[in-house]
């Protein structure tokens, strides 16, 4: 039998492009080495969020006082908060097995690798057995990347995200090396636990990609309430857990904690993928805006085409994919308006352009405290949160929404709207905002 589609990697981007697929009527097989679901569900965005969640209840129950709660003897289990991590994953994972369940899906548990490819089929190999398809869609995601620093390699005090999130006890100490989204997520996770925490990272900014009002405010916050952040600071080796590192000027530094977790980012997976030698690969599987690579019939999508690693991206790309090799060809991605979270205590979520992409003079800039949002000030005591639009100085059109407070994670999709669909201030003007919410900053701000 010859299946329409076969994907490899089932994870977000796998996922989606199967049940488009599905839907659609067309016969698929799906590979799966390890758990339907890939990083996001297993090993990233859900088991992190989980954990979080039950940080912060731990944390404000702890910091309960300034709203008048009294809760003197607060304690956690964190192999609980382990355990339930683990249920809501294999819940979730099941929900995945769900909806692939159809007798159009052959679902492999196994590596796949690519035997042959001709413009009319790709033959896979998995499990011992041959499948061909029509189309190939390799959705192989991303592994850590292990930096080649001294030290890091077989050290058993040496975390990647993946072992952080496998533990079943606190660590003593960490040393988090790499302040971007993992590292100030973690961060977020053991200082909330009462765990000491310092953050080192290379460049000048933690969060390095985000706008340096909203990062500044976040710093400033966690460095006043003990987490200690080292940046333009480089590691130089390890030994155990003893971090040496050296500052911009030269200094050097010594640190020393139970565990050191490494974050500096994540490299696409192209395994099984050699035999396809002609495939145009530049950091990730080079794609264009329809998910298509420069073999006829194999398109990619996800974090192995090394864009913007993102699970709702992988998503999106997923479905551009599926739906261009369904024939719908005016469908593509537009990687101006993706939403991103960063969930740290407060969030950061924004959509869209920042200062730094645009030309001076071109735009303009409306920044406002979360605080002049009701609903942010009887919720977030003491706290004042930002948020920030850039406006297209001639078509009034909304080019980005930045922000940190919190539940801002929860309603930058509605800037997301502004920003995908082009609206201008005056359109924006026109929509109406439930009161009391947070979300109503986006109006206040107009
Ligand atoms: P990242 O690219 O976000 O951050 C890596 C950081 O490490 C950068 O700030 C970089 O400057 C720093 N760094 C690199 N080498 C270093 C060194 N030798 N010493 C000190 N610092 C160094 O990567 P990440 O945090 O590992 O995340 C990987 C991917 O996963 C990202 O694409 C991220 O967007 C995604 N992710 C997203 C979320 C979310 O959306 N909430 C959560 C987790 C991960």
């Known amino acids: ?128 057995e041959q499948y061909e398809a029509a189309n190939l869609l390799i959705c192989t995601g991303s592994t850590n990347f292990v930096p080649p620093i001294p030290g890091v390699k077989d050290n058993v005090a040496v975390w990647d995200s993946t072992d952080a999130l496998a533990a079943t006890v606190l660590p003593q100490s960490m040393i988090i090396v790499g302040g971007g989204v993992i590292g100030m997520e973690f961060a977020t996770l053991y200082h909330e636990l009462g765990v000491p925490v310092t953050v080192v990272e290379a460049m000048p900014q933690i969060l390095p990609n985000l706008d340096p009002d909203i990062v500044q405010l976040l710093r400033d916050k966690y460095e006043k309430s003990g987490i200690r952040i080292l940046t333009d600071t480089k590691v130089m080796s390890l ?90 060809t005016d469908q593509t991605i537009d990687y101006n308006a993706i939403p991103s979270v960063v969930y740290t205590n407060p969030e950061i979520a924004g959509v869209g352009r920042m200062e730094k992409d645009l030309a001076e003079g071109t735009y303009e800039v409306r920044s406002l405290p979360m605080a002049f949002s009701g609903r942010f000030v009887a919720e977030n005591e003491g706290e ?36 995908r669909m082009g609206y201008t201030v005056e359109q924006m003007e026109q929509v109406v905002f439930p009161h009391p919410t947070v979300s109503e900053i986006l109006k206040e701000i107009l």
């Open 1 to 128: 039998m010859q299946y329409f589609l076969a994907v490899i990697g089932g994870g977000p981007a796998g996922y989606t492009a199967a049940e488009k697929a599905l839907k659609a009527g067309k016969q698929v097989v799906i590979f799966e080495q390890e758990s339907l679901g890939g990083t996001c569900l297993n090993v990233g965005c859900i088991p992190t969020k989980t954990l979080l969640y039950s940080a912060k209840q731990y944390f404000n129950a702890v910091n309960a006082d300034k709203y008048g709660v009294h809760a003197d003897t607060v304690s956690f289990d964190y192999g609980k908060m382990a355990q339930r991590k683990q249920k809501v994953v294999r819940k979730l994972v099941a929900g995945i097995k769900q909806r692939l369940k159809s007798d159009l899906c052959t679902v492999v548990n196994a590596a796949a690798t690519v035997v042959s490819r001709t413009d009319e089929k790709v033959v896979i190999e998995a499990n011992g």
């Open 239 to 328: 030994e155990g857990g003893k971090v040496t590192a050296q500052t911009a000027t030269s200094e050097d530094l010594t640190l020393e904690a139970e565990h050191v977790l490494i974050s500096v980012g994540r490299r696409s997976r192209l395994t099984g993928l050699e035999a396809m030698t002609d495939l145009a690969v530049n950091r990730g599987i080079t794609v264009d805006e329809k998910m298509r690579t420069n073999l006829r019939n194999v398109y990619a999508a996800g974090d192995v085409t090394g864009k913007i690693m993102l699970a709702h991206v992988a998503s999106r790309q997923a479905e551009v994919a599926v739906a261009n090799m369904l024939g719908e």
């Open 384 to 419: 004042t949160g930002l948020c920030k639009m850039i406006i297209d100085k001639e078509t009034r059109k909304v080019l980005g929404v930045h922000m940190i407070g919190n539940p801002c994670s929860e309603f930058v999709a509605t800037a997301s709207f502004a920003v």
